[in-house]
């Protein structure tokens, strides 16, 4: 019953979110963050992959989008769209946290509605840190928080500092930490 319930709910969410994307296509959104191809993206908690088929389109061939998420019925749907869309950019990474990916190989995370919902925020933001490249961005919305709410729990690390904030996303660049100087 519960993976029935699962399924139901996610379902749902596919159909609210199409409803959206078509309201409002998710390009809009992709604008602000100034993704050119070769870009490597990864779409953190890509959930029903609102994001994923313009990432590709954005980053191009040479490019690659990283679609991640702890749900499998999300990463399903990432494959789903990947293979309707002959998108050979795509790949999926199912995970609550690890990415899996080299240390600075990634130029843009997308961080879209998911934060809020983070079991360990510390950690994901740690990793998100990990994998950027150094001045990489990290694209972020949460219509679940307040901006104080935001700039506190991004920037309260020093991992990340806020370059813009655009009309739909906030543009955080990773800082620089250099463990050696105390």
């Known amino acids: 019953m ?19 994307d078509w309201w409002r296509p998710r390009r809009e959104v992709l604008q602000e963050v100034g993704i050119r191809p070769g870009f490597r993206i990864l779409d953190y908690g890509c959930g029903t992959g609102s994001y994923i088929r313009e ?21 399903e749907a990432a494959k789903q769209i990947a293979a309707a869309y002959g998108l050979r950019n ?7 946290c ?9 130029d ?12 360990r925020p510390h950690d994901v933001m740690a990793e998100l840190h990990r994998v950027l490249q150094p001045k990489g961005a990290l694209s972020f919305s949460d219509h679940h928080l307040s901006e104080k709410t935001i700039m506190t729990r991004v920037s ?15 543009h955080f660049e990773k800082q620089i930490i250099d463990l050696h100087h105390e």
Not at 98 to 106: F, P, R, V
């Open 55 to 75: 990432s590709a389109r954005l980053a191009g061939e040479s490019g690659q989008v990283y679609a991640l998420d702890i749900n499998p019925l999300a990463i």
């Open 108 to 119: 843009v995370v997308l961080l879209y509605d998911v934060f809020h919902a983070l079991a």
């Open 156 to 170: 309260k690390e020093g991992l990340f500092i806020l370059i813009d904030k655009g009309r739909n996303t906030y």
């Open 2 to 20: 519960h993976n029935l319930l699962a399924i139901l709910r996610f379902r749902f969410m596919v159909a609210v979110f199409r409803l959206r």
């Open 90 to 96: 795509v790949k999926t990474i199912l995970s609550d």
């Open 98 to 106: 690890a990415t899996g990916l080299s240390d600075e190989s990634i």
